[in-house]
Nanobody, 119 residues
Framework: QVTLVESGGGLVQAGGSLTLSCVAD????????AKWFRQAPGKPREPVAT??????TNYADSVKGRFTISKDTKNTVNLQMNSLKPEDTAVYYC??????????????WGQGTQVTVSS
């Protein structure tokens, strides 16, 4: 079993920056794809950024040029968020899937971390 734990959320003024981290813990062999989602109050959860094991990335139009997703280590995926706007306020969730050391597939969601951007 693989669990995901996010950290790095907080309160920041508009124009500021935050870095979110997602750490995978367990019998992890690999992360095949990792994604960050966010959910604002009263709105559906939406994808923000994706990274594959080969390093290919994809971003929602609303964050292109401001957010960067990266894999720092075998089990850590980060989301660097710059030029933050009040509309970026949401709970951010990490989602990932891959293979365990038993060569079975795994997929998990993190518990979420709150990002609040004040105007």
């Amino acid at each position: 079993q693989v669990t995901l734990v996010e950290s790095g959320g907080g309160l920041v003024q508009a124009g500021g920056s935050l870095t979110l981290s997602c750490v995978a813990d367990g019998n992890l062999f690999s992360i095949v794809v990792a994604k960050w989602f966010r959910q604002a109050p009263g709105k559906p959860r939406e994808p923000v950024a994706t990274i594959t094991s080969r390093g290919a990335t994809n971003y929602a139009d609303s964050v292109k040029g401001r957010f960067t997703i990266s894999k720092d280590t075998k089990n850590t995926v980060n989301l660097q968020m710059n030029s933050l706007k009040p509309e970026d306020t949401a709970v951010y969730y990490c989602n990932a899937q891959g293979r365990t050391t038993d060569w079975t597939d795994w997929a998990s969601w993190g518990q979420g971390t709150q990002v609040t951007v004040s105007s």
